[in-house]
């Protein structure tokens, strides 16, 4: 299934992209009468358990009117409110090598908050005095169920499924103390979506074309095959240390081609756009502008 959210007068709604548009979740839950509480942050915090209801709702639907034509949506952050957001530093093998970086033992675990969240086609604000803004397309993973001290065989049975996400940066205050909390955690420096393909429909994480786009140059150009830990290593480390919850979200690290690895760095200005595409999750698209 691929899920999205949009915006309403009522707020964010969840949606299910079909070949008819996307299924208002609210609006079949209610004509066919299926037990599932349709709030977005309710179906994520249900996780996997929610896959049967979303499932017999796309079989059921017939009404033409439970659907909406997806090109008059305005996008919504696909995860409005995660619980944690993780991510992984210098987890592909050339980006640490653009970078100067040895690669590291041990997954990079650094956090986002939700400030940073943002949605597709949202405009990026960024400040006069950051003037080392970069991108990052990463893919993303929504866990779909409780995860503590698992394993790595089964690590990748507790994900609900995955988004594109851009993990903005801001060179110069990421470096500015021992850690890279205050490069990473401005405001919306997070874009995520358009859409969560659920986890049954990705065979294969770690194949997956990385591609990213600078004013429509291409500018990375990789595969999740290039990661240094893949997406059920990183689960399971991450779950050794910390519970992982429905809905908490992990970004699991940029291939090569971002503005630090180049010579000259031309830095992301107001009036650039960046567009990601991860094989089979969309496009996702914003633009940077004056804060």
Known sequence: MILTTYQTDAGVQLGIKTDKGILDVTKASEALNVDLDPNVDAVYALGLDAMGALKSLVEQADD??????????????VVPNPGKILC??????KHA????????E????????????????????????????????ELGVVIGKTARNVSEADALDYVFGYCNINDLSERDLQMLTGQWLLGKTLDKFLPLGPYVVTSDDITDPQNLS????????????????DMIFNVAQVIAFASKIMTLNPGDVISTGTPEGVILGMDPKVWLKPGDEYTIEIEGLGKLTNKMVEA
């Not at 992984?88 to 093998?93: K, Q």
């Not at 969240?117 to 950051?130: H, R, S, Y």
């Not at 591609?211 to 999740?224: A, C, F, I, V």
């Open 64 to 77: 033409d009117v439970l659907f909406i034509d997806e090109s008059t949506i305005t996008y919504a952050p």
């Open 88 to 93: 992984v530093g210098l987890n592909y093998s």
């Open 97 to 104: 090598a653009e970078s100067g970086m040895a690669e590291p």
């Open 106 to 137: 041990n997954p990079v675990l650094f956090s986002k908050f939700n400030n940073t969240i943002a949605a597709p086609n949202e405009d990026v604000p960024i400040q006069d005095d950051w003037q080392a803004v970069d991108y990052e397309a």
């Open 210 to 225: 990385v591609k990213g786009w600078l004013n429509g140059e291409l500018r990375q150009d990789s595969n999740t095959s």
